[in-house]
């Protein structure tokens, strides 16, 4: 490293007390009596959320540039104007239902502390950063889940996302159109070379074994499906048990088999999130079920086998309780192996700060399964408290943020100020 681009390097320090007050103020978005908050993709609170980061990028005077499925973009150039060779760093602000504090907020915001660390230093990088917040990540008003980034990497076609019909009946392209987050920028102009994305782990691991950042070796895949039964409505008195084509009971065995499938694996992973019976009477045998499943697997050819055992199985119900079936594929994610380079570089990173790390499997999905699909991605784990997500118990103490974002920053500069050569830092 040369003397300018060690002492640029040294100049670099995060706000953490700001990117804390951010991480609280974006909290209070949405928020609910008990403590959780929630912010559905493109709802009223999620715009308001919006609104918040994009004031926040333009005080930084980054260049805000909106896609058009909302994805927004916080632009701090390098040497030229052009996009060219940037390294992004997002992740999304949306919720669940009832979500805890950090679940890609920390991330979004974090890369805006990166972009902090360069303003307040007065540093320009060699290349461009890119700060993102990617639309409907989280999958819940609007299917499938990553959806921002699944359209910016090329796998989802616009008209696709935009007719998509929300869990409430909206439009998604409507509801771009109302809160005033359908851009015009053309997502292969902003394409990065690298990709980093820092989350909290949503997991048991870290806090287990008592370590403070995960390097993230790969992702599960994903497939979610949606079933639906029918049967006949009937009396439940009158009905012999014989007799009956009862939609309840065939979902029960589905749900059965899936805890089973997962428990005799290897590491398959099977979760029935959502059931709904009809006609919803105590005294009448349900004539329609409606469940999802969500099957997670690091192995691809594991996470195929338990899709083709979970359709063998759907066509021995069919027959044994005398029911219609039908599945229909909701999202359906390969496995992804992270780039190893930037692996490498953030495992040395967090060794020269005096942090513990080790290698870990994300469980979840996030953005940077859609982004390794066209650039260099790699993410960076901290310890979530008793492994508690989309809940409002979810903790990660201030200490062990920051920690992470002191690693996002060392890395980020070892690219940004180098061209992308790994970098003493």
Not at 30 to 54: H, Y
Not at 169 to 175: I, K, N, S, V
Not at 212 to 228: A, C, T
Request: aromatic share 6%.
């Amino acid at each position: 490293m040369d003397r300018d681009t060690a002492d640029n390097v040294r100049r670099l320090e995060i706000d953490g007390a700001t990117l804390l007050r951010q991480i609280e103020r974006l909290g209070e978005i949405g928020r609910e009596r008990d403590g959780g908050r929630t912010r559905l993709a493109l709802s009223d609170q999620d715009k308001c959320a919006r609104d918040q980061l994009v004031q926040w990028m333009k005080e930084l005077e980054l260049d805000v540039k909106i896609d058009p499925i909302g994805n927004i973009f916080g632009i701090l150039y390098g040497e030229g104007e052009s996009c060219a060779d940037a390294l992004m760093i997002g992740s999304h602000i949306d919720t669940v239902i009832n979500a805890g504090p950090f679940d890609g907020v920390y991330g979004a915001l974090s890369g805006l502390a990166v972009a902090r660390a360069f303003r307040n230093a007065g540093v320009r990088p060699l290349r461009p950063l890119i700060v993102a917040a990617f639309t409907n990540e989280e999958g819940v008003r609007f299917q499938p889940d990553m959806m921002g980034s699944l359209f910016f990497t090329g796998g989802i076609p616009i008209d696709d996302v935009l007719a998509t019909r929300g869990i409430d009946g909206a439009f998604l392209g409507e509801e771009l159109r109302r809160i005033g987050y359908k851009g015009e920028t053309e997502p292969s102009s902003l394409v990065p070379a690298d990709y980093l994305e820092l989350h909290v782990e949503q997991g048991p691991v870290l806090d287990s074994k008592q370590m403070e950042i995960g390097v993230v070796e790969n992702l599960q895949g994903i497939s979610w499906k949606r079933i639906e039964i029918s049967g006949t409505a009937n009396h439940a008195g009158t009905t012999p048990v014989s007799m009956r084509r009862d939609a309840g009971v065939a979902a029960a065995r589905i749900v059965v088999f899936l805890r089973e499938l997962a428990l005799s694996s290897e590491g398959t992973r099977t979760t029935v999130g959502s059931l709904r019976f009809s006609p919803d009477l105590i005294n009448v045998i349900p004539s329609n079920a409606v469940l999802t499943v969500d099957i997670r697997d690091p192995e691809s050819a594991r996470l195929a086998d338990a899709e083709k055992q979970l359709l063998r199985f759907l066509e021995e119900l069919r027959t044994k309780e005398g029911v219609e079936l039908s599945v229909k594929s909701l999202a359906r994610f390969e496995p992804v192996r992270f780039d190893e380079e930037l692996a490498s570089i953030i495992e040395d990173a967090a060794k020269k700060r005096g942090y513990s790390s080790m290698r870990i499997t994300s469980g979840a999905g996030h953005d940077a399964q859609m982004l390794a699909r066209v650039a260099k991605a790699a993410m960076i784990f901290v310890p979530s408290r008793g492994g508690i997500s989309h809940n409002p118990a979810e903790y990660t103490p201030d200490e062990l943020l920051l920690q992470g974002v002191h690693v996002l920053l060392d890395v980020a500069a070892g690219r940004l100020l180098k061209g992308g050569n790994k970098t003493e830092v």
